[in-house]
């Protein structure tokens, strides 16, 4: 009986030492089958997070190109009220209807545009008033260099609106110019949609 009980305990002894080779061997085949699937885990989220970063690229690319447009149409349509300007510089009444009419029927959204003069009296505007810029520090800096320049104000001091500004000397003296030309865009429309626009409200921007 002492014989056969011993030959059992051999026998569990063998198959327990078996199994434990087995899973041994079996942890170990398994092991570069995991190490694989581990690197396909962090290879797919290297390439989701390279795809994420490239569409962010692309959409901020196109931001910033709407921008560079937009502002550039303003600044071509600031040459073309300019030319208007010298040529209505004796009446104010036709000049203001003439800013006025390019206002309303802009397709850019333009929520005005006037003249402004060297002493920063706004002479001619799409309003039909006056208004003195003279000490205000934008028109300062402007009248201390006069050169294109692009304002963002959250609060246009004549439509208290966040606008873009868009400033043009003109005249024949770029030192001391004849005046300026100056239109707004509303912030948001500089880049198609409200608070996406890369520029922000006090920065100024000269070209």
Do not use: K
């Not at 560079?68 to 209505?88: D, N, P, V, Y």
């Not at 545009?113 to 006056?130: D, H, L, R």
Request: aromatic share 6%; hydrophobic share 40%; proline share 5%.
């Amino acid at each position: 009986m002492r014989r056969v009980l011993s030959g059992w305990a051999r026998d569990d002894a063998v198959q327990s030492g078996l199994s434990r080779r087995l899973g041994i061997l079996l942890s170990v085949a398994l092991l570069p089958l995991g190490l694989i699937a581990l690197h396909q885990t962090l290879r797919l989220e290297d390439d989701l997070r390279a795809q994420s970063e490239r569409a962010l690229l692309a959409t901020t690319l196109e931001r910033a190109e709407q921008e560079r447009l937009t502002i550039r149409g303003a600044f071509g349509a600031a040459e073309a009220l300019s030319i208007a300007a010298q040529t209505l510089a004796d009446d104010a009444v036709a000049c203001s209807d003439h800013f006025n009419r390019f206002v309303e029927s802009s397709d850019e959204g333009f929520v005005f545009a006037g003249v402004i003069g060297p002493t920063g009296m706004v002479v001619c505007s799409s309003e039909g008033q006056t208004f003195d810029f003279g000490d205000s520090e934008d028109f300062q800096q402007i009248a201390a260099r006069p050169r294109p320049r692009v304002d963002i104000l959250s609060e246009g001091r004549v439509t208290g609106r966040n606008v873009v500004v868009v400033t043009l000397p003109y005249g024949p003296d770029e030192t001391a110019p004849d005046g300026y030309i100056s239109v707004s865009l509303p912030h948001y429309q500089v880049a198609g949609a409200p608070d996406q626009t890369g520029l922000q409200p006090g920065r100024a921007v000269f070209t």
